[in-house]
Nanobody, 125 residues
Framework: QLQLVESGGGLVQPGGSLRLSCTAS????????IGWFRQAPGKEREGVSC????????KYVDSVKGRFTLSRDNAKNMVYKQMNSLKLDDTGVYYC??????????????????WGQGTQITVYS
């Protein structure tokens, strides 16, 4: 079965940090660009960041620039999102998605080949 799995969500106070991981089952991520999305309570899903398959290019939505950092270890079939200085507005379900190809799509693009099931992040004060 081909699927993506996110992990690393949880509860954190404002200013705290979390690291999300995204891995694949049944296929390797090395040929896929990875996008990260989040859906806050009562809101539509939005693109947050993406990383090319070589990790040579990344994009971030303005609200997370300087706070979130993407990286990947293709040998381990893993993609990571380090999230620092978390804010209340960062609360939501975070999804990773994999799209085949060498390019880096727009952050809001959603025509990915595979999606994870999501992991919850709750920033509480």
């Amino acid at each position: 079965q081909l699927q993506l799995v996110e992990s690393g969500g949880g509860l954190v106070q404002p200013g705290g940090s979390l690291r999300l991981s995204c891995t694949a089952s049944g296929f390797t991520l090395e040929n896929y660009a990875i996008g990260w999305f989040r859906q806050a309570p009562g809101k539509e899903r939005e693109g947050v960041s993406c990383i090319s398959r070589s990790a040579g290019s990344t994009k971030y939505v303005d609200s997370v620039k300087g706070r979130f950092t993407l990286s990947r270890d293709n040998a381990k079939n893993m993609v990571y999102k380090q999230m620092n200085s978390l804010k209340l507005d960062d609360t939501g379900v975070y999804y990773c998605a994999a799209g085949y190809g060498p390019g880096l799509p727009p952050i809001e693009w959603e025509e990915y080949d595979f999606w994870g099931q999501g992991t919850q992040i709750t920033v509480y004060s």
